[in-house]
């Protein structure tokens, strides 16, 4: 059973860089065919995704957040992160990560992570 | 971007009552090669992450209870809970995985009336 967990700062100053990392366990975060999301909730909103990276290296971002967005992998930890730079009180949100299956979509999550950007 | 669109925002029932989810799509979301619908649904209970129920717009999860179905094709598709039980008060949303950036609705809360 593959089990992802989000871990970092908990609180960002605004204008600062927001740095998370999931690690995945249960399973190789560099098997074939597979992806890695990031998707963030404000509290009492809907779900917004943010990007992704393949097992391969390569990413895809959401074109709303691709300015400011990088996500990266470490295979020799089985861990992707993310970075989101220029934050602002609009990044507060529950952050998830989650494996992202081209035909079955989201199949695992994390139990997400609450970042306030606040000074 | 692709728009979903789900209605309606909530719905009050009475357990054991059917309960109807619709969500549109602002585009098709056949893939021509296979002829699927890439529409996913998700159950999110409070305080808890999003958890997939059906994907291919009607194609089940694993564990899912059968009383959890989906239909629809094109731009128009279905969530219905056949018999509400107490577990199943949650927010559902769909999601479209057909064309980057990934979508989700603004999601349907569903409550016992």
């Known amino acids: 059973q593959v089990q992802l967990q989000e871990s970092g700062p908990g609180l960002v100053k605004p204008s600062q860089t927001l740095s998370l990392t999931c690690t995945v366990s249960g399973g190789s975060i560099s098997g074939t065919g597979l992806y890695w999301s990031w998707i963030r909730q404000p509290v009492g909103k809907g779900l917004e995704w943010i990007g992704r990276i393949y097992s391969g290296g390569s990413t895809t971002y959401n074109p709303s957040l691709e300015s400011r967005v990088s996500i990266s992998l470490d295979t020799s930890k089985n861990q992707f992160s993310l970075r989101l730079t220029s934050v602002t009180a609009a990044d507060t949100a529950l952050y998830y990560c989650?494996?992202?299956?081209?035909?079955?979509?989201?199949?695992?999550w994390g139990l997400g992570t609450m970042v306030t950007v606040s000074s | 971007d692709i728009v979903m669109t789900q209605s309606p925002d909530s719905l009050a029932l009475s357990l054991g009552e059917r309960a109807t989810i619709n969500c549109k799509s602002s585009q098709s979301l056949i893939f021509n090669a296979n002829n699927r619908n890439y529409l996913t649904w998700y159950q999110q209970k409070a305080g808890q992450p999003p958890k997939l129920l059906i994907y291919?717009?009607?194609a089940r999860e694993s564990g899912v209870p059968d009383r959890f179905s989906g239909s629809g094709s094109g731009t128009d598709f279905t969530l219905t809970i056949s018999s509400l039980q107490a577990e199943d008060v949650a927010v559902y949303y769909c999601?479209?995985?057909?064309?980057?950036?990934?979508?989700f609705g603004q999601g349907t809360k569903v409550e016992i009336k």
């Open positions: 291919w717009a009607s």
């Open positions: 989650a494996r992202d299956m081209l035909e079955t979509a989201f199949d695992f």
């Open positions: 999601q479209q995985n057909h064309y980057t950036p990934w979508t």
